[in-house]
């Protein structure tokens, strides 16, 4: 006898629910200093569509030229950088659903207004402590 049975059809909709998130973690790892961004769309899945983004966060330093080296010195380091490209340190690699990268675009804008405003406000207070208007 013969035990393979068809999948059981489901006509109930996908029902959601909510759940809380406890981002305490977030406070335990060092904060990375990122510079560098790179973002791919996915290879197509079987339908053609592309398999979500993917997102590559990384960082270059500074080149380091000091101001006590002479001038044929600086001009010498300047060609060398300009010769190479410059090697990205990379510090995350992340895959997301488009869904996900309309999220993080939201976020990042919410998080950039709060930031253009406490800076134009401690411009505001500065400006007005000193005197100036």
Do not use: C
Not at 40 to 53: A, C, E, F, K, R
Not at 55 to 77: A, F, H, K, M, Y
Not at 88 to 94: I, P
Not at 96 to 119: G, P
């Amino acid at each position: 006898m013969d035990d393979e049975r068809e999948p059981e059809e489901v006509d109930e909709p996908l029902r959601r629910v909510p759940i809380s998130l406890d981002w305490a973690e977030a406070s335990i790892g060092v904060a990375q200093h990122v510079n560098q961004i790179l973002g791919q769309v996915g290879p197509p899945s079987s339908s053609g569509t592309p398999d979500g983004i993917y997102l590559v966060l990384g960082s270059i330093p500074p080149p380091i030229i000091l101001s006590t080296e002479d001038e044929q010195t600086r001009e010498q380091l300047i060609r060398e950088l300009v010769s190479r490209p410059a090697k990205v340190s990379v510090l995350g690699r992340f895959h997301m659903s488009r869904e996900l990268v309309d999220d993080m675009i939201h976020v990042l804008q919410v998080t950039a207004r709060q930031y253009d405003a406490a800076r134009e406000s401690l411009s505001v207070a500065t400006d007005t402590g000193s005197g100036q208007q």
